[in-house]
C-alpha cells in the first residue's frame, strides 16, 4: 500500500515518505549528512524562495526543513549548521494548519536528541509510466529532476 504522493517523484521528503513497507506512518532517525541553502521555486513563487535542505546519510531526498524544525533542531545542536553534520535527528508526519480550516502534510522533528541508532529511508519506486507522463506534461528530458 502507498500513498498516491509516494507515486509522483519528488526531490524532498514528504510526510507521506515517512511510512513502514504497509504504509503506516512512523518516525524515523537519521543521520545528517549535510546542511545547505537552496532557493526552491514553486508554481506560485517562480522566482523561489531561500530554504535550509538536510540531507542525511541513508536517503536520497532532502528534507526542507522550516523554522520551527530548524529551532527544535538548534535547540538540540546548536545554532551552527556544521555542527549539525554527523547529528541525529527523528522526524515524524503530522498536519499543519494552512488558512482557514485547511490543514495539510508536513514533517516535525522530535524535539530530544534521539538514543536510537540512525536508519536508512528506503527510496519507494516511482511508477514509469507516471514518471514518464510527468516529463512530458513538463517538457523535460528523462533524466532530468523534477
Not at 10 to 26: F, H, N, S, T, V
Not at 47 to 55: D, L
Not at 117 to 126: D, N, R, S
Request: aromatic share 6%; proline share 5%; charged share 30%.
Amino acid at each position: 500500500m502507498s500513498h498516491w504522493r509516494t507515486m509522483i517523484e519528488k526531490d524532498y521528503l514528504g510526510a507521506w515518505d515517512l511510512a513502514d513497507a504497509a504504509g503506516k506512518p512512523r518516525d524515523f532517525t537519521l543521520e545528517i549528512e549535510r546542511v545547505e541553502s537552496k532557493i526552491l521555486k514553486t508554481k506560485e513563487d517562480p522566482k523561489g524562495k531561500r530554504k535550509v535542505a538536510i540531507t542525511f546519510a541513508g536517503a536520497r531526498k532532502s528534507f526542507v526543513a522550516n523554522s520551527t524544525n530548524c529551532q527544535l533542531i538548534e535547540a538540540m545542536y546548536g545554532g551552527e549548521t556544521t555542527a549539525w553534520k554527523g547529528k541525529k535527528i527523528t522526524l515524524y508526519g503530522t498536519t499543519t494548519s494552512v488558512g482557514p480550516k485547511r490543514n495539510v502534510p508536513c514533517i516535525r522533528v522530535r524535539p530530544m536528541i534521539p538514543k536510537a541508532a540512525a536508519e536508512t529511508l528506503a527510496e519507494k519506486p516511482v511508477d514509469a509510466a507516471m514518471r514518464e507522463a510527468q516529463d512530458e506534461a513538463f517538457a523535460r528530458e528523462a533524466d532530468e529532476g523534477p
